[in-house]
């Protein structure tokens, strides 16, 4: 069985088409500037040259046109006719409190993702343009939504609601949903499939730490806590979000500098985080450890902020769930920066986690890298949201 797998942004589309038989990628590409002069459309297939053409995408219909084009081109597809793709997953930023799993795409999702376009204005619409540019492409190949947010609606009101007058809740939905959702339901799994946690042995913490980043604490694959909220911007320092802060702070800067909301809400989502911290260094983690080593005291101070809030996070996430069994890393920093980790876990040596300095130097595999008497087992597992999406859409579609 063939899946493709759709990640829409506004102005970009990223895909994968994987052998759901061998759970492996036989092509995988990405759309640019769509709707914007200067289009480009980058294919991979394993093992031969990369194919780039440049072509206007004036919508995501074109996009998807052109993608289909390359996977069936008698020179460098890898299919001989569309009807070969069985089904195509998408990722879908928002499904408000309706979806608490992945569907197949009918007229009613179409309608709840369109609701939910107040929730995630960036995402919401171009997911629903990459599904409706699929419909018109490939009719009667079925279509699935997964959903970012299935996972935190697995929190209980007393974790996602907000303390604030009901009726914002009632009226419009406001609550904590949590993101990463995809990525902390796989990593949770294969942390429990891959460490082999025995039943009532799963009280699993996710740190999934990349530019983006947030930790969840699940039971049995269910989430009881994530640290994102109503959108990405609550939870921790990340690289160019702050994370939670006083609310208060938003009305002191709009005020004083004379900033609507929207603007200063785009400065909380874009120039702040670790990059604001290191003095506008970076963004990225291997400037901001090289500035560390060097001496900088805004990458230290950054790279000490970041840490201090995971900890804080992990601690609490510990405290929630009256223990732990497992703690897993993944994503760009969790999955290759062996420094971070050990310096994070440090912080719970009290409670006899010990890791393996040695064990702990790998990178972007799958990996045990606590001491075998360690109090709890400590794994790197890289996360693959796109084979999580196509897993769930095989699911889905052969039922
Ligand atoms: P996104 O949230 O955009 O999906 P990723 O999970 O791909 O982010 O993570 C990207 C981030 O991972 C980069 O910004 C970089 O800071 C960090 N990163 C990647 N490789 C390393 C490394 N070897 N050491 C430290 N940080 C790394």
Request: proline share 4%.
């Given at each position: ?7 829409a ?30 289009s ?24 998807i ?45 179409k ?21 409706e ?66 039943e ?18 699940s ?44 603007d200063c ?12 911290l ?29 840490r201090?809030h995971a900890i ?19 994503a ?5 920066d ?6 994070i ?41 796109e ?10 579609v052969?039922?």
């Amino acid at each position: 069985m063939k899946v493709l797998v759709i990640n829409a942004g506004s102005s970009s589309l990223k895909y994968q088409l994987i052998d759901m038989d061998h759970e492996s990628v036989i092509a995988k590409g990405l759309c640019e500037r769509i709707g914007i002069d200067g289009s480009k459309h980058t294919y991979k297939t394993p093992g031969r040259e990369d194919y780039v053409e440049e072509a206007p995408m004036p919508t995501h219909q074109q996009a998807i046109a052109l993608v289909l084009k390359a996977l069936v081109d008698p020179d460098h597809g890898v299919v001989s006719n569309i009807n070969d793709i069985d089904a195509v997953g998408h990722r879908v930023l928002h499904g408000g409190s309706t979806y608490t799993q992945s569907i197949v795409v009918d007229e009613d999702v179409k309608k709840v993702i369109r609701e939910c376009f107040d929730l995630g204005p960036l995402h919401n619409p171009a997911n629903l343009m990459g599904i409706e540019a699929c419909e018109a492409n490939m009719p009667g190949t079925p279509n699935v939504a997964v959903f970012d947010t299935s996972f935190g609606m697995g929190m209980e009101p007393y974790a996602y609601r907000y303390a604030i007058p009901e009726e914002y809740y009632t009226k419009y939905q406001l609550r904590r949903y949590g993101f990463h959702g995809t990525s902390h339901n796989f990593v949770s799994h294969e942390t429990i499939s891959y460490g082999k946690l025995p039943e009532g042995h799963r009280r699993v913490i996710v740190c999934h730490l990349g530019n983006g980043s947030s930790i969840s604490a699940s039971v049995d694959g269910k989430c009881l806590e994530t640290s994102m909220g109503l959108t990405p911007l609550e939870g921790l320092v990340m690289g160019t979000r702050s994370g939670s802060l006083d609310p208060a702070v938003v009305q002191f800067i709009c005020d004083h500098e004379n900033m609507s909301v929207d603007d200063c809400l785009t400065m909380l989502n874009k120039k702040s985080g670790v990059l604001a911290l290191s003095g506008n260094k970076s963004s990225d983690f291997r400037d901001l450890r090289q500035g560390e080593l060097d001496g900088d005291e805004r990458c230290q101070l950054a790279l000490e902020s970041f840490r201090h809030h995971a900890i804080m996070t992990i601690g609490g996430y510990i405290s929630a769930m009256g223990g732990v069994d497992a703690i897993t890393f993944t994503a760009g920093i969790g999955e290759n920066d062996g420094d971070m980790r050990e310096k994070i876990m440090k912080h719970f040596a009290y409670m006899g986690i010990k890791i393996d300095e040695e064990k702990n130097q790998v990178r972007g595999e799958k990996m045990e890298i606590s001491t075998p008497d360690s109090t709890v087992r400590v794994f790197v597992i890289p996360t693959n949201e796109e084979l999580a999406i196509a897993r769930d859409t095989v699911r889905l579609v052969t039922r």
